[in-house]
């Protein structure tokens, strides 16, 4: 299942990779969800091969995921692959400059079920599609806006 959107962030498209790319950051930001994140490469810079794995809740149950990063092209580009133990995925995240100070992300979501169970639950979100994808575009709607806060508060300094 495909999952995609557009948004536009008011930050110069350097900025909005450099965010981006502050993992230090969104694990820090998943940890004061409740999640468990743990960095499980050597690497010490931001290079393809990063892998995290995670621990979390969803929907009243542990769940863990595997995630890497599968391929970096600065300032435009940034692809991840993530496995559980009932999906895998893939995520792409593209920026675009529309202007000095604007930058189109483009972030595309491919899940594909491991388990019986799994393959149910896409199903049902097909079904819900336009409920669905209305949630997704909310969600990104809303780290676009963090980006661009984050933006804002590093121009102050």
Do not use: C, N
């Not at 998943?30 to 794995?53: I, N, Q, Y």
């Amino acid at each position: 299942m495909r999952f995609a959107t557009k948004q536009d962030i008011e930050a110069p498209i350097v900025d909005v990779f450099r965010i981006l790319t502050d993992f230090e950051a969104w694990e820090r930001a998943a940890m004061r969800r409740g999640s468990e994140v743990a960095r499980t490469d050597k690497l010490r810079g931001v290079a393809a091969g990063m892998r995290w794995a995670a621990r979390f809740s969803y929907r009243s149950k542990p769940r863990g995921l595997e995630l890497e990063l599968t391929q970096i092209e600065q300032p435009v580009l940034l692809r991840f692959a993530g496995v559980s133990q009932a999906i895998e995925g893939a995520a792409s995240i593209e920026l675009m400059e529309m202007a000095a100070k604007r930058t189109r992300m483009h972030l595309v979501l491919d899940v594909t079920p491991r388990s019986l169970s799994a393959r149910l639950f896409l199903q049902s979100l097909r079904l819900a599609r336009a409920r669905v994808d209305r949630k997704f575009d909310q969600k990104v709607a809303h780290l676009a806006g963090d980006i661009e806060t984050r933006y804002r508060a590093f121009r102050a300094y």
